[in-house]
């Protein structure tokens, strides 16, 4: 009997809005789990445990009036760029990012014991904070300007917004160079589907078939 292939975890980068999200849809619909580190930061702040700790912390104007975080308010506390902002974040990242970390990691052993083909691994700051270590590849997304400003507009993001956000990183010729992969983005879905099987297929031609 043949042993199925290892699992090949994916870590994906890109700026805003350069379509990660796609990509690991396409990943999950050949058969790959999507690990979103965005959604599991977000769940954390639903349990109890985490709120009572946050409220230690940050004070209960973080609370809606029905006891939940609410995260307008959560935001304004930590996202600025003096000082006790700052403080305010990592207190918040000191709560949120090991509980966070503990469930990938979960989840990617999960992933592995149950020989899924692939793991797209969505974080962010990937590269900044360590995850890259985990990947067995790194894939960056890269759009042109043109069309990277009218994606952001968009969502109503304008570059002061995207230069606050982009502001802890590596520069993106950094990111590119440290990438196993650049894939342009600059055309529709169809585009952006026919380079992530075609890529997939090369890395593990049987599994990417068995769920093509």
Request: charged share 40%; net charge neutral.
């Given at each position: 009997?043949?042993?199925?292939?290892?699992t090949i975890v994916i870590g994906v980068i890109g700026p805003p809005c350069s379509g990660k999200s796609t990509v690991a849809r396409i990943i999950e619909s050949n058969g790959g789990v999507w690990i979103d580190a965005d959604a599991i930061a977000k769940d954390q702040l639903t349990d109890p445990a985490?709120?009572?700790e946050l409220v230690e912390h940050l004070g209960s104007g973080i609370l809606s009036a029905e006891g939940a975080i609410s995260r307008p308010d959560l935001a304004d506390l930590v996202f600025g760029d003096d000082g006790e902002s700052q403080g305010r974040l990592k207190q918040l990242e000191s709560v949120i990012h090991p509980r966070t970390h503990a469930v990938i990691q979960s989840q990617i052993q999960q992933a592995a014991a149950e020989r899924v083909p692939f793991v797209i691994l969505d974080v962010p700051l990937l590269l900044e904070s360590g995850w890259e270590s985990q990947c067995d590849q790194v894939w960056?997304?890269?759009v042109s300007a043109d069309r990277h400003e009218q994606l952001l507009a968009a969502r109503g993001w304008d570059a002061a917004e995207l230069a606050r956000r982009e502001r802890r990183q590596l520069s993106w010729s950094?990111?590119?160079r440290r990438s196993s992969w650049v894939i342009q983005n600059n055309g529709d879905v169809n585009d952006l589907r026919e380079q992530i099987v075609d890529m997939l297929s090369q890395l593990q031609p049987e599994s990417n078939s068995r769920h093509s």
């Open positions: 009997m043949t042993e199925s292939p290892k985490v709120i009572d960056c997304l890269q950094e990111k590119r």
